[in-house]
Nanobody
């Protein structure tokens, strides 16, 4: 199985940028879909983007579309989330997760399909 760990969070001003990294280890990397979730205080954990290593499909939540970009470096087995034009409402703990499920069309797998989770990295957008 694949294990993931995320990094790159921090404090940034509104309008700023951060780039998160999700480093994977283990076997069968090419069979996994990697997703970014976030959870703000008092809110449900939500998927914001995912990428299928098997076919390269991508998906974004409407709340981040046009501002965030998911990408990968297959040689490094790392998935990135470039976050631009950050807003205070983007403040959350961001999690990387891995699922052995493909995208359904342009939709990410369901939360229950993600069996491997990182520990989370805090992103705070504030002046």
């Amino acid at each position: 199985q694949v294990q993931v760990v995320e990094s790159g969070g921090g404090l940034v001003q509104p309008g700023g940028s951060l780039k998160l990294s999700c480093a994977a280890s283990g076997v069968a990397w090419e069979t996994y879909t990697i997703a970014w979730f976030r959870q703000a205080p008092g809110k449900e954990r939500e998927v914001i983007s995912c990428l299928s290593n098997s076919d390269g499909r991508l998906s974004y939540a409407d709340s981040v579309k046009g501002r965030f970009t998911i990408s990968r470096d297959s040689a490094k087995r790392t998935v990135y989330l470039q976050m631009n034009s950050l807003k205070p409402e983007d403040t959350a703990v961001y999690y990387c997760a891995a699922a052995q499920r493909p995208l359904s069309g342009l939709s990410c797998p369901h939360r229950a399909d993600f069996r491997s989770w990182g520990q989370g990295t805090q992103v705070t957008v504030s002046s």
